[in-house]
């Protein structure tokens, strides 16, 4: 960790690691022990077992929902899916100049309505994102949108949007663990972003347009793609070990292993696998998973090799990009993905944040020229 010591302001830390800034009930990440807990769940129990409906619910509500609780959201969130023709019209723009996905998502969310009522606006948000990642990936591919439907629930809409097919039972169980599994990680950066806006009393739209700009950086959360890539280049079992000796040796990271903050096996990665493993058994070509698991194996025990007692584990984003791509979502939409999971939890951020608020204000030391004279 960064830190200077300053006369007047204490310690400085850089990007404000290991500054504890809220209280919170909604995530608990403890790199040490590899655990991951979500709403009071281990998020081995929560992802697999529950429905995305039920995750937006108890983060919101603190508790998981009675039957008609958990119909009322799911029916809330369905009614709100049909995009404005305002928004409709700026993500269909956006798609056809060709820029990312996520562009049309902050630009989207930045349009929505804002209401009074947080959790109104919440579930206008939650609601609207899939509709608009699904819209932009298909006109930017030369398709029609496919129109939401309200008898599905959250996750099969979005696969439903996504390819105009009514996803399985095995892809929808898939595609909803892995929602689950990212739906809250901790103060990360698009999180703290959402509660610093929350701080200064602005509503909760603008609030998660903020995290989503967050969301954008590359530097935040990592990408699946790049893991997947890697084995894809690698492309058969018998060239991984030489491919991957070759990039440790130039001091190349192995891109889906280690953690910035998991010091031994990443949970999110456990959770992954097992869906993958689910996923590939249910009749998805497996050839690629076959490879990725193969190149998995060898990767660890160089890494073992090469660099003992760092515990360089597998990764969420290895199993990210395995699954994501197992249910037909090319690299581009890995990110957009992230963001229909993670709105959930940028919401519950805000609302806690409005709970205990207090405006976040850090302090900067000043480092440059004093006392100049204005050129006369």
Not at 64 to 82: F, I, K, S, V
Not at 216 to 242: F, T
Not at 270 to 296: I, K, N, Q, W
Request: aromatic fraction near 6%; include cysteine.
């Amino acid at each position: 960790m960064d830190t200077i010591r300053t006369d007047d302001l204490g310690a400085l830390r850089a990007g404000l690691e290991g500054v504890v800034v809220a209280e919170t009930t909604l995530s608990d990440v403890d790199g040490e022990r590899g655990r991951l807990t979500i709403g009071g769940y281990p998020v081995e129990e929560l992802a697999p077992n529950a429905t995305f409906e039920q995750t937006a619910f108890l983060l919101w509500n603190g508790r998981l929902p009675r039957h008609l609780e958990e119909t009322d959201l799911r029916e809330g969130l369905a009614a709100r899916r049909t995009l404005d023709p305002l928004v409709a019209s700026l993500v269909h723009e956006a798609a056809k100049t060709g820029g990312p996905v996520i562009d049309s998502v902050r630009m989207a969310v930045a349009t929505l309505r804002t209401t009074t009522d947080d959790l109104q606006d919440a579930g206008a948000v939650v609601a609207a994102i899939p509709t608009v990642v699904a819209a932009h990936h298909r006109i930017s591919h030369g398709s029609e949108p496919v129109p939401p439907r309200e008898d599905l629930g959250h996750t099969a809409n979005y696969s439903y949007m996504l390819r105009g097919v009514e996803p399985t039972e095995a892809e929808v169980q898939a595609l909803q663990t892995y929602l689950n599994t990212v739906v809250d990680h901790g103060l990360n950066a698009s999180t703290f972003v959402a509660r610093a806006i929350a701080s200064t009393g602005s509503d909760l739209v603008s609030c998660l347009a903020g995290a989503v700009g967050a969301l954008k950086g590359p530097l935040h959360g990592g990408a699946p793609g790049p893991a997947l890539d890697m084995v894809i280049e690698i492309g058969s079992l018998d060239r991984a070990e030489s491919h991957l000796r070759n990039l440790l040796a130039r001091g190349e990271r192995l891109m889906g292993f280690g953690h910035r903050v998991y010091r031994v096996r990443d949970p999110r990665a456990d959770v992954l696998a097992a869906a993958a493993e689910r996923l590939y058994a249910s009749g998805v070509d497996r050839s690629l998973y076959d490879l990725a698991t193969g190149v998995e194996a060898i990767a660890l025990r160089l890494l073992e090799e090469h660099k003992p007692g760092r515990s360089l584990r597998t990764n969420v984003e290895f199993y990210t990009a395995l699954l994501l791509h197992g249910l037909g979502l090319p690299s581009s939409l890995f990110t957009p993905t992230f963001a229909v999971a993670r709105s959930v939890g940028w919401a519950a951020h805000v609302l806690e944040q409005r709970r205990q608020n207090r405006v976040v204000r850090p302090q900067s030391r000043y480092v440059g020229e004093r006392d100049l004279v204005w050129p006369r």
